[in-house]
């Protein structure tokens, strides 16, 4: 194996240029053969990654895979958290992240201290957390879940059980008021939904007048009001390809746009802007760092796997596979 450079360790990527000529595609369907590879990639990640991936989905469908899979190696295109996932599910896999500066906002808008304090000043109450978290949070967690299976899940519980539900603080919003309960929420947030205009929305809305807003629930409630569905990537593409209608408003990371325009060309997909820039959609900046090149290298040199501390992983599976089983 090749030795891991102390530069490549110290950026958390493989800083090696691509030879030239090299197809990159082909040859990294050609390692994934060779190496009894797959490669997952979330709806937020460069179309050219979906494209190339083995499968595509939301975080639900994401862990589903890594769950069932017998690869030897996963590439997970997406975020830190979501290779930490696939790891405690498979934790006899390699799994690598093509680059590990990709994290979340919302994970780290929760640090495992201070959540354990939180918790701890509240004795009596069941934590339930969105998948958005880091491991260490996972280890703190009675149940995980996902946008796609969050009101599901917390229905399973009595009405009046005490729960807390963190890091996103508009997921619990809305998902208190779907079911009725008053969950205590923790106040973290995305950065890319917390962000998208409401002033924009309407504007767009005015011009098309005929459109569908889709909406994800990590957006402020303000946002959420104005949605005709409001529901995980997979769920909004469900509904986009399933719906006669022809225009839609997409108030989610505009990487999800790729999948949307592959699976109804004929139809017209807007992404909503945020509200503090010219630019016309909604990017992820961590969701950005994995590329092509970096997949190829990762690939390649077998690094950066994910590693998650062997009694931090004994704590997290349980709410994830808790999770899995209600999910089915
Ligand atoms: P879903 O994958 O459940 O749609 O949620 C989006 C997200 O927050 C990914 O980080």
Avoid at 243 to 264: A, D, R, W
Wanted: charged residues 25%; contains cysteine.
């Amino acid at each position: 194996m090749t030795q891991i450079k102390d530069s490549w360790k110290a950026k958390g990527y493989v800083d090696e240029p691509v030879p030239q000529g090299v197809d990159l595609k082909a040859e990294i369907r050609r390692m994934c053969k060779e190496k009894n590879a797959i490669i997952l990639a979330h709806y937020y990640t460069e179309g050219v990654l979906q494209d190339i991936a083995d499968f595509v989905g939301d975080s639900l469908g994401l862990a589903q895979q890594a769950a069932k899979t017998d690869a030897d190696i996963i590439v997970m295109c997406g975020v830190h958290f979501m290779g930490e996932t696939n790891k405690i599910l498979c934790p006899q896999k390699k799994v690598l992240v093509p680059d590990l500066n990709a994290t979340c906002s919302l994970a780290e808008s929760c640090p495992a201290d201070k959540f354990a304090d939180f918790v701890k000043a509240h004795p009596g109450y069941q934590v339930v957390s969105y998948v958005n978290t880091t491991a260490a949070v996972k280890a703190l967690t009675d149940v995980v879940v996902t946008s796609s299976n969050a009101k599901k899940i917390v229905e399973t519980f009595p009405k009046d059980a005490k729960l807390i539900f963190g890091p996103d603080y508009n997921l619990g919003n809305y998902i208190n008021a779907q079911t009725g309960r008053q969950m205590l929420l923790w106040n973290g947030g995305c950065h890319v939904h917390e962000r998208f205009s409401v002033t924009k929305l309407v504007e767009l809305k005015k011009e098309h007048p005929g459109a569908k807003v889709l909406v994800h629930p990590e957006c402020r409630g303000a946002v959420v009001k104005l949605a005709d569905v409001v529901g995980s990537t997979a769920a909004l593409l469900k509904y986009a390809i399933d719906s006669p209608c022809n225009t839609f408003l997409v108030v989610t990371e505009s990487g999800i746009l790729h999948e949307m325009q592959k699976h109804c060309p004929d139809k017209h997909f807007i992404p909503v802007p945020p509200d503090d820039s010219t630019c016309g959609c909604n990017e992820c900046n961590y969701m950005r760092l994995c590329t092509l090149e970096k997949v190829y290298n990762t690939l390649r040199y077998e690094w950066p796997e994910i590693e998650v501390p062997a009694e931090v992983a004994a704590r997290a599976i349980k709410p994830i596979e808790r999770m899995l089983e209600l999910s089915k």
